[in-house]
């Protein structure tokens, strides 16, 4: 077995040693590929170990498919991972033991995803821990063409893994807000590129497959994305946080499910209204409404 592991990362002094410990006895390469630090994160990742390589930054889908395209010509099995995230030592002796002999048609391994918030683990609110695609044999895998929400796509059979990538931000919740008012806009992009396709629509929507994200993924761009803005919401907060019982996750946790939930997806909703006001009141398609509401270029 030879494992890659490919972490992006700009700015991230606060969680990447965090992160490279966590995988030092697995990976055989560590790529770390740097969007402009400008503090100590290139130094911390050398220090550590890895090989360092530059790129400018679009999105996370981009940036990750670069990384491939650019990893060595040996390298077997590549395992994402994000700066802030700990493969946890129950997932690491499960790689060890279990990856040399997978079968060779087997090229993807779903493994769980667990978030911890203002250090808080989440187990409520139906999607904790969250089955994702974080392993596969290089050349059989690559990421989503989205701008938000991304996911590998694996060519051919996949398995299961029982242990976990916990995701544990140690940033403020003023970044944290910050962050993902980012990906409010981002995800608009994906939104409108459902309805006028001006770029190549790729997804892990699927209900045969039985993954939970692809699952997910159908839900989300055939049910959710058709429900009225704003309103769902509301309705998908109340789903996770009394429903599916959020509320046990504690004050953490109901400032979680408000923030995420809720918060989150009612400004993904109001950004994208804005965006299609933009388009009738100036009569132009959603290229330029992108470009000059939100200051994405989705074609880039």
């Known amino acids: 077995m030879h494992l890659t592991v ?11 040693d965090r992160a490279l410990g966590s995988v030092a006895g697995l990976a055989d390469r560590i790529f770390v590929i ?30 990750f498919n670069w990384a491939l395209a650019h990893l060595p010509s040996d390298t077997e ?5 994000d700066a802030d995230e700990i493969v946890t030592e129950a ?8 990856l040399e002999g997978q ?4 090229n993807g391994v779903y493994i769980s995803r667990r978030i911890k918030f203002l250090g808080r683990p989440m187990r409520w609110g139906g999607l904790f821990p969250v089955r994702v695609m974080r392993l596969f ?39 944290w807000t910050e ?11 994906d939104l409108l590129n459902l309805e006028h396709g001006f770029m190549n629509h790729e997804t892990v929507a699927d209900l045969r497959g039985g993954q939970q994200a692809g699952i997910k993924r159908w839900f989300k761009e055939r049910m959710y994305a058709r429900l009225p803005g704003g309103i769902r919401a509301l309705v998908y907060f109340l789903y996770r946080y009394v ?19 809720f918060w989150y997806r009612y400004l993904v909703d109001m950004k994208l209204r804005e965006v299609k006001k933009y388009m009738r009141r100036n009569r132009v398609g959603a290229v330029v409404a992108i470009r000059d509401v939100l200051d994405i270029d989705p074609l880039s």
């Open 6 to 16: 490919i972490i992006l990362t700009k700015n991230e002094e606060r969680h990447i």
């Open 34 to 63: 740097d969007s402009g630090s400008t503090d100590n994160t290139v130094e911390i990742a050398v220090r550590n170990g890895a090989e360092v390589m530059t790129h400018d930054w679009t999105n996370h889908a981009t940036q």
């Open 77 to 81: 099995w590549v395992l994402r991972l």
């Open 91 to 98: 997932l690491a002796t499960e790689i060890k033991q279990k």
């Open 103 to 106: 079968p060779a048609l087997t």
């Open 137 to 175: 044999r290089y050349g059989a895998g690559r990421c989503e063409n989205r701008w938000m929400d991304e996911h590998i796509l694996v060519d051919g059979q996949t398995t299961e893994f029982e242990g976990e990538i916990v995701d544990d931000n140690l940033n403020s919740l003023t970044w």
């Open 179 to 189: 962050k993902h008012n980012a990906y409010a806009s981002r995800e608009v992009v």
């Open 243 to 261: 429903i599916r019982l959020g509320f046990l996750d504690g004050h953490e946790g109901t400032a979680f499910h408000v923030l995420q939930g």
